[in-house]
């Protein structure tokens, strides 16, 4: 069985895309990250909704979070991310692990604000 690796295959019809940086309608609110903000080097084609790959831009999102909070003075509280060290598979294939931790309010069940 394939497996549907394109953004769409995740995100649905919600997903927008465009290789120009315009949009021609917003139908509801939306956050937009330009392709050049998201880490892991990711290109127009791996961003596009019919020829990218999920994993790799939520690889990316993980990844430039991880550094963003890295090299903040003071790190929220109330949610961590944390990486581990590269594990090599073989010579040609390394893994590595994310965690994301959040604090909810039980009430809910919404992320605590930050004291």
């Not at 465009?18 to 791996?46: M, N, Q």
């Not at 596009?48 to 999102?61: A, E, F, H, M, V």
């Not at 003071?74 to 590269?86: A, F, H, K």
């Amino acid at each position: 069985m394939s497996i549907n690796i394109a953004p769409t295959g995740i995100y649905s019809s919600k997903y927008e895309y465009s290789g120009d940086g315009s949009f021609s309608s917003a139908s509801e609110a939306c956050i937009r990250i330009p392709i050049s903000k998201i880490g892991g080097d990711l290109d127009a084609t791996e961003a596009g909704q019919s020829t990218g790959d999920y994993r790799k831009l939520l690889w990316g999102l993980l990844e430039e979070n991880y550094n963003h909070q890295e090299g903040l003075e003071t790190s929220p509280s109330n949610m961590t991310i944390s990486r581990s060290g590269l594990n090599f598979i073989d010579e040609d294939t390394a893994s590595r692990t994310y965690t994301v931790s959040f604090r909810y309010s039980v009430s809910g069940l919404d992320v605590e604000p930050e004291s």
